[in-house]
């Protein structure tokens, strides 16, 4: 796992995020973020992923909330979708 400063990261993000290690960000000698390279999903630990999923799933809750969407209607979409697929 490489180790790099905020300033660092922000002059050398896209160089970093090319990579194939993890990356450790520090902000002031302690630690601020972890980013992962998503060249391969499979080497991001499965609780990093976990977390993510949790993550936008609530988000992505919290906006069709907001918008007025209801469970039945998004079950109804995904039966429509699922049927059209099969044809």
Same mark, same amino acid.
């Given at each position: #796992? !490489? +180790? +790099?400063?905020?300033?660092?990261?922000?002059?050398? #993000?896209?160089?970093? =995020?090319? /990579?194939?290690?993890? *990356? $450790?960000?520090? &902000?002031?000698?302690?630690?601020? @973020? *972890? $980013?992962?390279? =998503?060249?391969?999903? %499979?080497?991001?630990?499965?609780?990093?992923?976990? !977390?993510?999923?949790?993550?936008?799933? !609530?988000?992505?809750?919290?906006? $069709?909330?907001?918008? /007025?969407? +209801?469970?039945?209607?998004?079950? &109804?979409?995904? @039966?429509?979708? !699922? %049927?059209? &697929?099969?044809?």
């Amino acid at each position: #796992m !490489k +180790t +790099t400063s905020i300033r660092d990261f922000r002059s050398r #993000m896209a160089e970093l =995020l090319e /990579g194939d290690e993890p *990356v $450790l960000v520090t &902000r002031h000698g302690k630690q601020a @973020a *972890v $980013l992962y390279p =998503l060249h391969d999903p %499979k080497k991001i630990p499965v609780e990093i992923r976990r !977390k993510i999923f949790l993550d936008l799933t !609530k988000q992505i809750g919290k906006q $069709l909330d907001a918008r /007025g969407v +209801t469970d039945e209607e998004i079950e &109804r979409d995904f @039966a429509a979708f !699922k %049927k059209r &697929r099969r044809r």
